[in-house]
């Protein structure tokens, strides 16, 4: 158990539609980031939060966007959902000073 | 921005032969290597990392080394057993700030009994 905890799980939805991912990190960890996984690629880096404030962004489309509050949990929006956009989506924590990342066990989505 | 590469996408061995992944970066300002191992339907999880002040790491049956001149690193896996079938990511960041890590795209190891 890494401490990152993510829900849902699994998730199935429709196409167009609107999801929400969460994410809890671990205790003392400030940083979250999110990662995307599409069936066999790599980890695609979507965005970080450090402390409640955007921290850096990557390949994130503009239909999805993240927050951070202040309890340090963070959420995933994806709207306008399309087919392409089913995958693992990850979400990790990490204690800065080391950049170790702890992964969560990842949230899948099926868009149907 | 960083970028990385790494080498071979996939790699089958046979029990107890080695096994090396390779990976390099861009970005020379990385000072962080870490290589995770991601089992099926299973998290990233980190199996070992080395830093750029540091040559060379080994944990038992794996060991990683980094060339910074060259900006490449290895992951060696001696030993190899059947639970080592994974995919393995490498990755290049900076540690100490909140700079995000830059993955890899991945190594299907399959260990053949």
């Known amino acids: 158990d890494s401490g990152v905890t993510q829900t849902p799980k699994h998730l199935i939805t429709a196409t167009g539609q609107r999801v929400t991912l969460r994410c809890s990190p671990r205790s003392g960890d400030l940083s979250v980031y999110w990662y995307q996984q599409s069936l066999d690629q790599g980890l695609q880096f979507l965005i970080q939060y450090y402390n409640g404030e955007e921290r850096a962004k990557g390949n994130i489309l503009e239909r999805f966007s993240a927050q951070q509050f202040p309890d340090l949990h963070s959420e995933l929006n994806l709207s306008s959902l399309e087919l392409g956009d089913s995958a693992l989506y990850f979400c990790?924590?990490?204690?800065?000073?080391?950049?170790?990342?702890?992964f969560g066990e990842g949230s899948r989505l099926t868009v149907l | 921005g960083e970028n990385v590469e790494q080498h071979p996408s996939t790699l089958s061995v046979q029990e107890g032969d080695s096994a090396v992944i390779k990976c390099t970066y861009s970005d020379s300002a990385s000072n962080y290597f870490p290589w995770y191992k991601q089992e099926l339907g299973k998290r990233p999880q980190l199996i070992i990392d080395i830093r750029s002040n540091v040559g060379e790491k080994k944990d038992q049956r794996i060991a990683v080394t980094l060339n910074k001149t060259a900006k490449h690193f290895s992951l060696h896996i001696t030993e190899t057993q059947p639970e080592d079938s994974a995919v393995y990511f490498c990755?290049?960041?900076?540690?100490?700030?909140?700079?995000?890590?830059?993955f890899g795209s991945g190594t299907q190891l399959t260990v053949l009994p």
């Open positions: 990790a924590s990490s204690v800065d000073k080391t950049g170790e990342l702890f």
């Open positions: 990755a290049a960041g900076f540690s100490g700030s909140a700079r995000q890590l830059t």
